[in-house]
């Protein structure tokens, strides 16, 4: 039991990371309920007032940190690498670590989950709020829920970054072939379509066989997030002086943009090379077909654990949507009665799923 500071001090060291999340969730949760009340009673929750401002400092001094960072690396450097995900910009980073010219050089992540959600001109921020909004509802449960902890005015500032870019500092995109990465990429050209300075691309899908496959080992990546730093510093020695994207190429990218944003679903998936827009249940038979599949390894009505379900469709899917994802439409099929749950849905590893009515 907690009765002083020493033994909440305790109790916060025992705690993991998930789980003081989630305390400092609810104390957040609270405070803003209780201050939104004070305008039905008249009466001024002082202690959840405070707890609001702390929470508001400590939002606007990391804003304005990150917004300082980014435009300092974006405004003063001879090279910048630009990948879609910290994941990826992560591997590109410790790739190039040992490439010389290190000091002029930086990286900037478009951490954007591109393959889903309603998209629009992005530029514009009622635009970038209701799309927030609608990955908000449906992620803001999941323990990959980083979305939900960026402000629209981060995901704006995405735009601000890109699109002010000196000119005389080279560009290098990194992007796989993928509905996330290939919209980032797409989006990125539209942001950079006044640029005259010339822009490379590096596509590592399509290289990744060319320079690591051989007659005994065949393997297909689906994002740059999966290659290692040393095969990632390869492909740059590849396509080290290659030559950048032409005009053509880069008007065709722009006009892939306006016409992929401009479609009404809201999943993105490449379909013979090129992306499609679906509505979001496109991959839910497929999701059942591998639940079916682990089923029939277990106990008739045997409930399992929504992780490995989820593990099994990332594994299988020649898409890459994100386990995110994959958890939000199992969700929607508890909720449509295709699926029992038994647990807590706070995150997949905490609840078990069955067929309904097994």
Known sequence: MIESIFDFDQELHHMNEDELRMLLRELYLRADRAVSQEVDTGRTDEFAAKVQSIFKRLDDRRNRDQAEKQALEAQKTHEIHIAFGDSPLGSIKVA?????????????????????GPLGDLTNKLN????????????????????????V?????INQVVSSIDEETRITIWYANNGHERTGLVYAMHLLRDRKSPIYVIETKELYPQLFNTPEVQYEIRGTGEIPPEKLLKMWH???????????ERRQME??????SAQPGHLRLMQDGIIQSFSEDAIDEFIMQKFTEVASTRQPGEFIKSARIVGEVLGHL?????????????????????LDMEGMPHAMRFYSIRLANS
């Open 96 to 116: 190039m670590g040992n490439v010389p010219g290190r000091s002029g050089r930086r990286f900037f992540s478009m951490s954007d989950y591109y393959a889903i």
């Open 128 to 151: 970038v709020q209701r799309r927030h909004l609608w990955l908000l509802e449906r992620f803001h449960m999941s323990e990959h829920g980083r979305y939900a902890a960026q402000g």
């Open 153 to 157: 005015d981060e995901l704006l500032h």
């Open 238 to 248: 590849h396509c080290e002086h290659d030559e950048p994207l032409s005009s053509e």
């Open 255 to 260: 006009q892939e943009w306006l016409h992929l």
């Open 318 to 338: 020649e898409q890459a949507v994100g386990d995110t994802f994959i958890e939000y439409r199992i969700r929607q099929l508890i909720l449509q009665g295709r």
